[in-house]
């Protein structure tokens, strides 16, 4: 019986798993220069929506920024 159990959750689990694909909801990565001028606030402005604070979080936090400090020539990402 627990062998016949282990055998179903084996099968059931491997037809999940072909089933289950990786979510593309936020769309692919971008790589960004910065240029003179750019701010995270003035990146997170033009490239998503809503509040740009949850932008500039989300830009620090991909790019492992400690701070809003970022240069001319740096590249970063866009999630």
């Known amino acids: 019986m627990f062998l016949r159990l282990i055998v179903v ?3 059931a689990l ?3 798993a072909s089933l289950v694909r990786p979510s593309e909801g936020a769309g ?3 790589a960004y220069v910065i240029r003179t001028g750019d701010t995270l606030w003035s990146i ?3 490239h998503y929506s ?9 830009l620090q936090r991909r790019n492992r920024l400690e ?13």
């Open 50 to 58: 809503g509040d740009p604070r949850a932008g500039v979080l989300t």
């Open 44 to 46: 997170a402005e033009a």
């Open 9 to 11: 959750a084996a099968i």
């Open 14 to 16: 491997i037809a999940w």
């Open 67 to 79: 701070g809003a400090i970022i240069r001319p020539g740096e590249r970063i990402v866009l999630p």
């Open 28 to 30: 692919p990565e971008r």
